[in-house]
């Protein structure tokens, strides 16, 4: 069995703070094994040094309060934390994707369409071309599209489908 050594400034945190001995402790026992499994759930050891920071600094603004086992406790919360910081990493770079077409889409120097496409467009009915050109050239989700016009979404999605047929009757028909 192995056997801990206390170190003499775990011993004289014990005697100030219960809390601080038993985070010192755990940091001398488990905090290192505790930060490669973060590392392997963030991919990255600077977030999972930051979960388990924040895991630290959370046990510490508990400390009038019990906690059983601090070593299960800050694993349960570093991992948590870990999760959470890696959803919201994926939720920011998807709205940055987002931004990014729309902010290309908004530069002033847009991509210009083809003047055969823009021909096609001209001959969908005014709802076809309304939806056609939110869904397809502003990018906007059906949904999007549908709050946009004030309309269902099985409204935008029929109007979707007439419009693809027409042009595509249109584009490759030369413009029949």
Same mark, same amino acid.
């Given at each position: ?8 400034? @775990?011993?004289? @945190?014990?005697?100030?703070?219960? *809390? ?16 490669g499994a973060l590392t392997l759930i963030t991919g990255s050891r600077a977030a999972a040094?930051? /979960?388990? &920071? ?31 910081? *890696?959803?919201?990493? /994926?939720?920011?770079?998807? /709205? %940055?994707? *987002? ?5 290309? %889409? &908004? ?26 050109? %939110?869904?397809?050239?502003?990018? &906007? ?18 109007? %979707? ?16």
């Amino acid at each position: 069995m192995r056997q801990h050594r206390v170190s003499p400034a @775990a011993t004289l @945190a014990a005697t100030r703070d219960p *809390r601080a001995a038993e985070i010192e402790q755990f940091l001398a026992d488990h905090a290192q094994r505790l930060l490669g499994a973060l590392t392997l759930i963030t991919g990255s050891r600077a977030a999972a040094e930051d /979960a388990l &920071q924040d895991a630290l600094a959370k046990a510490w603004n508990r400390r009038d309060q019990p906690i059983d086992t601090l070593a299960a406790w800050l694993t349960v919360v570093a991992t948590n934390h870990a999760r959470t910081a *890696r959803r919201r990493s /994926a939720a920011e770079d998807r /709205a %940055l994707d *987002r931004l990014g077409r729309r902010a290309a %889409l &908004q530069s002033s120097d847009p991509q210009p369409l083809d003047d055969a496409l823009v021909a096609a467009l001209r001959t969908l009915p005014l709802r076809q071309r309304q939806v056609a050109v %939110l869904h397809y050239v502003l990018d &906007q989700s059906v949904a999007d599209a549908a709050a946009a016009l004030g309309v269902g979404e099985g409204t935008v999605k029929t109007l %979707l489908s007439r419009a693809r047929e027409r042009l595509a009757a249109t584009l490759e028909g030369g413009g029949r």
